[in-house]
Structure formats: structure tokens, C-alpha cells
């Protein structure tokens, strides 16, 4: 039976979870990165970032002090309970104080801080409904260091997929050693400049070992993660071959005299974690293994 004492203790969980104990797949390319560094100070940065993570599952103490704001991606699928906005927001103040999160949700303009990461569309939800026999939930904690350096352009559509390009070099170059790399590039093409923006943070979502569907699209990514990381940010800004761990592109179709290009970067702990609620109560941890 769903109720909203379960997806609370669910979103507490997931909480847990994100901030200790990254994805498979963003182990995978940092360990792989390790292992094709060739020089010795990236790689040291390399070996401490894969220290940091073991230390936090073993002890269970969050990998980075930024544990973020708390973006929720929530399917309702057929069941839907009522008040689950009410759930997940007592599910993230429970956490702030259990895990600990450290409190980052404040007022924008007063910076009144009520010390539980909950306010005014805080934790920020996005729902969707769909045909599936379960809720499925997942969280994005987002840290401030990648996404102070986001980015929007509304390009003409004569700058094309060049211009695309030259947008995205030139928010690596600038963004350089702010966003704690190696990162991830999240990727938003077209819609209109809300939407463009939506789709470059879903993509984040996305495993960085897993294309997009549609050929051109997963060349372009492909080409974009190939050049970047010729031009030698590296590890922490200090140089070396890993300034990217992967480029994930989200595209809409768009007005034919517009061309919205969004950039949502993630630093290297690319934090999620999600879990799938059944109608009989039962849990099932999607991103993590649960013992």
C-alpha cells in the first residue's frame, strides 16, 4: 500500500544514496579516466576524487559539502497519491536533518536560510504520468559551483550546427575550473528558452555511457566529447586529458525563425539516485544496489 509516510521514507533513502554513492556509470569513466591519464598531477586529482568516493560509502558521510538543491523527477504512473508534493518535501526536510544535507535552499533575495532545503518551489518537482503499474521518483542533488556556470543562447537558425558548437566550446573555456572538473555536459536543443533549459538538465539523467537514439544527435555528442577534451582543462583545472567524462544532448523541435541552445554543466559528482514505488508497497532502488 502507497502512502505518504512510504514515499517519505523513499526520498529520504534516495537522498542517502545520491550523496554517498555515485552511479555505475560515473564510477566507471572516472576509474577509466584514471587509467588513461598519463600525466602524474591530473591523475593525482583523479585518485583523491576516487578516494573521496569510496571514503563516502564506506562511512556514509556525503562525497562533496555541497549536497546541492534538490531537483525531483517524479512519474505518478497509474497510481498517483494524493498529496505527494507534501510527501517528498517532508522527505527532504527529514533528510537535511538525518543524512545530513547541509542546508542550501534559501529565500533569493532576503538569503534567509530556513535551514531545511525546503521553501517556495523548493524541492523544485517535476511530474509526469504515464501507464506504468508504479511511481518511479528520482532525485538530481545540484551543487552551485557547476550550475552558476549554466547557459543559455537564442541563436539564429543560420548559425546552425556550427554556431551550436562554438556555443558550447565557449562555455567550456569559461566555465574552466569552476564547475570541479572532469564534468558532464548537459545539452538542450530547441523548444523555446524555458524548454531548451528543461532538456539540458534532464539530459543529466541520462547514463554518460549511453547515446542518444538518434543518429545525428549521438554524433554530435560524440564529436563534442572527443574535441573538449583536446583542449586540456583537466582534473580540477589543473590540466591533462579529462576535462569531460561525457556530453548528453536533449533536443525539441522549435520555431522555424528560432534556434535555443541550453547548457546545464555537472561537476564530477554527478549525484541521482531513483526508486520505483509498486502498488503493494514494494521498493526497488533503480540507480543503486541495495544490500
Not at 534556434?259 to 561537476?267: D, E, G, T, Y
Amino acid at each position: 500500500m502507497i502512502n505518504k509516510t512510504l514515499v517519505k521514507n523513499v526520498v529520504v533513502e534516495l537522498l542517502r544514496l545520491a550523496v554517498t554513492k555515485l552511479p555505475a556509470d560515473i564510477e566507471e569513466v572516472l576509474q577509466k579516466a584514471y587509467e588513461t591519464e598519463e600525466g602524474s598531477v591530473p591523475k593525482m586529482q583523479l585518485k583523491t576524487i576516487l578516494d573521496n568516493i569510496k571514503l563516502a560509502e564506506e562511512t556514509g558521510i556525503p562525497m562533496c559539502q555541497d549536497t546541492g538543491i534538490h531537483i525531483f523527477y517524479v512519474n505518478t504512473g497509474k497510481l498517483g497519491i494524493e498529496n505527494i508534493e507534501d510527501a517528498i518535501r517532508n522527505g527532504v526536510a527529514e533528510a537535511t536533518a538525518k543524512v545530513p544535507l547541509r542546508p542550501n535552499a534559501v529565500h533569493p533575495m532576503t538569503r534567509k536560510n530556513p535551514g531545511n532545503n525546503v521553501g517556495e518551489r523548493m524541492p523544485y518537482i517535476n511530474f509526469k504520468c504515464s501507464a506504468n503499474d508504479y511511481i518511479e521518483i528520482t532525485v538530481m542533488p545540484k551543487g552551485a559551483g557547476s550550475e552558476n556556470m549554466s547557459s543559455l543562447a537564442m541563436l539564429t537558425p543560420s548559425k546552425g550546427i556550427k554556431g551550436i558548437k562554438e556555443f558550447v566550446l565557449n562555455t567550456v573555456l569559461k566555465a574552466g575550473s569552476n564547475p570541479c572538473p572532469p564534468i558532464i555536459l548537459g545539452i538542450g536543443i530547441g523548444g523555446s528558452a524555458d524548454i531548451s533549459m528543461k532538456l539540458a538538465k534532464e539530459s543529466l539523467l541520462r547514463p554518460v555511457n549511453k547515446r542518444h537514439s538518434d543518429k545525428e544527435i549521438a554524433a554530435l555528442e560524440e564529436e563534442l566529447y572527443r574535441e573538449i577534451n583536446k583542449i586540456g582543462i583537466g582534473p580540477m583545472g589543473l590540466g591533462g586529458k579529462t576535462t569531460l567524462l561525457g556530453v548528453n544532448i536533449e533536443y525539441g523541435y522549435c520555431h522555424t525563425a528560432s534556434l535555443p541552445v541550453a547548457i546545464n554543466i555537472q561537476c564530477w559528482a554527478a549525484r541521482r539516485a531513483t526508486a520505483r514505488i509498486y502498488k503493494n508497497g514494494k521498493v526497488e532502488y533503480i540507480s543503486h544496489k541495495k544490500s
